[in-house]
Nanobody, 124 residues
Framework: QVQLVESGGGLVQAGGSLRLSCAAS????????MGWFRQAPGKEREFVAS????????SYADSVKDRFTLSRDNAKNTVILQLNSLKPEDTAVYYC?????????????????WGQGTQVTVSS
């Protein structure tokens, strides 16, 4: 069992930055592919980014690939999503997720563990 806790969300003006953290419990953190998803009111859950077990490979949604950066520190059981050049369209609840996969291309339905989410609001 893995427990995930997101933090770092908040209110920021368009063009600003935020740093989202996901803290995971347990000693087997390095065995999980980690992903970030987001969901805005009235919209479907959307893939944002994912990272391989060693952190050597990342995948990004086209809408964020030039602005967001995902990294992980397995020694600290954390993953970091750096959000830059934020737009009002980025406003959503951001969720951290984990899965015992071997590829960064994992569908949302395949993730085994989810955090409670952290709110990101971008004003114009």
């Amino acid at each position: 069992q893995v427990q995930l806790v997101e933090s770092g969300g908040g209110l920021v003006q368009a063009g600003g930055s935020l740093r989202l953290s996901c803290a995971a419990s347990g000693r087997t953190f390095s065995t999980y592919v980690m992903g970030w998803f987001r969901q805005a009111p009235g919209k479907e859950r959307e893939f944002v980014a994912s990272i391989s077990k060693r952190g050597s490979t990342t995948s990004y949604a086209d809408s964020v690939k030039d602005r967001f950066t995902l990294s992980r520190d397995n020694a600290k059981n954390t993953v970091i999503l750096q959000l830059n050049s934020l737009k009002p369209e980025d406003t959503a609840v951001y969720y951290c997720a984990a899965v015992s996969g071997f590829s960064v291309r994992v569908a949302a339905s395949e993730y085994d563990y989810w955090g409670q989410g952290t709110q990101v609001t971008v004003s114009s």
